[in-house]
């Protein structure tokens, strides 16, 4: 059973604009949430995270924000770079060890 | 470079053989995890390792499946009788206990194919 959904398998945005990654979960004893991403052949480059004590978390160009009573989390991108293109992951934990993955959103920004 | 690194990167066998994996986490870590990917999916939790202490196993890790860390540095893992079903990307991970939020990082991983 797939606890943690990303239910766009692509998403594709110009450069300088905003992506939106989207993510939903099931568990509600998820307490700590993550976003990776991924280029071909390289195994998941960790990005941010967030507890479920926070709502949003803010890194440079990436913020990720939080809806716990939503079970809903999203990463924002701004501006979106060409660079960016790759799998995005999300991923969530509730015993401070395994994480559980969602499927991934594959990022296309075109110039 | 400082990061997990995984040997080999990539693994051919014939169905039946067995094959073993290493991974050297990242030097003060003292999380090390096992994850299996597959082609559309996300990464599966197989099992992971406080110090030398296997503590815990996914149900996807069948009897087939073995992992050792044994002085609580690198890790291996073995599948015997390997099948065409194993074919994945097998992902080591390392983590800090204790510095708050336990973020993983992530070797390149070791693409095994049974053909």
């Known amino acids: 059973d797939q606890q943690v959904k990303q239910n766009s398998p692509s998403l594709s945005v110009q450069e300088g604009r905003i992506s939106i990654l989207n993510c939903d979960y099931t568990?509600?004893?998820?307490?700590?949430f993550l976003w990776y991403k991924k280029y071909p052949a390289e195994g998941p480059t960790f990005l941010i995270s967030i507890s479920s004590i926070k709502d949003k978390n803010e890194d440079g160009r990436f913020t990720v924000f939080l809806n716990k009573s939503a079970k809903h989390l999203s990463l924002h991108i701004v501006p979106s770079q060409p660079g960016d293109s790759a799998v995005y992951f999300c991923?969530?934990?509730?015993?401070?060890?395994?994480?559980?993955f969602g499927k991934g959103t594959s990022l296309l920004v075109t110039p | 470079d400082t990061g997990v690194s995984q040997d080999p990167r990539h693994k051919i066998t014939k169905r039946g053989q067995n094959v073993t994996f290493r991974c050297d986490p990242i030097?003060?870590?003292?999380?090390l995890y096992w994850y299996r990917q597959t082609l559309g999916q996300g990464p599966e939790f197989l099992t992971y390792f406080q110090n030398e202490a296997q503590l815990e196993k996914s149900r996807l890790l069948s009897d087939r499946f073995s992992a050792e860390r044994p002085k609580g540095s690198f890790s291996t893992l073995e599948i015997q009788r390997t099948e065409q079903g194993d074919s994945a990307m097998y992902l080591c991970?390392?983590?800090?206990?204790?510095?708050?939020?336990?973020?993983?990082?992530f070797g390149p991983g070791t693409r095994l194919t049974v053909l």
């Open positions: 991970a390392s983590s800090l206990l204790g510095t708050g939020l336990d973020e993983q990082f």
């Open positions: 991923a969530a934990s509730d015993a401070g060890y395994a994480l559980n």
């Open positions: 030097s003060e870590h003292n999380r």
């Open positions: 568990n509600s004893m998820f307490d700590y």
